[in-house]
Nanobody, 119 residues
């Protein structure tokens, strides 16, 4: 079992930065994949960025060049550094954990953290 807790959301002005944190507890392994998603009302949850074994990272087009996903100094903690925020970035952001174990797949979600961007 894995539990995910997000933090770091808040209200900022356009052009400012935020860093979102996701702390994972439970049995965590290097092969696991963690990512950040966001969801607007009435829309599908969409991938923002993920990080996988071997420091493989990828980003949605909307996040490229502005956002960075990385492991924090604290073990099993991943952050999303969000720079040059735009009003359209305002959304609820969710931490995601994914594991492939043989023929089985496991996926866990955090409760979400609100990001609001003014102007």
């Amino acid at each position: 079992q894995v539990q995910l807790v997000e933090s770091g959301g808040g209200l900022v002005q356009a052009g400012e930065s935020l860093r979102l944190f996701c702390a994972a507890s439970g049995s965590i392994f290097s092969a696991d994949i963690m990512g950040w998603y966001r969801q607007a009302p009435g829309k599908q949850r969409e991938l923002v960025a993920f990080i996988a074994s071997g420091d493989i990272r990828d980003y949605a087009d909307s996040a490229k060049d502005r956002f960075t996903i990385a492991s924090a100094d604290t073990k099993n903690t991943v952050y999303l550094q969000m720079d040059s925020l735009k009003p359209e970035d305002a959304d609820v952001y969710y931490c995601n954990f994914r594991r492939v174990d043989g023929f089985l797949e496991y996926e866990y979600w955090g409760q979400g953290t609100q990001v609001t961007v003014s102007s």
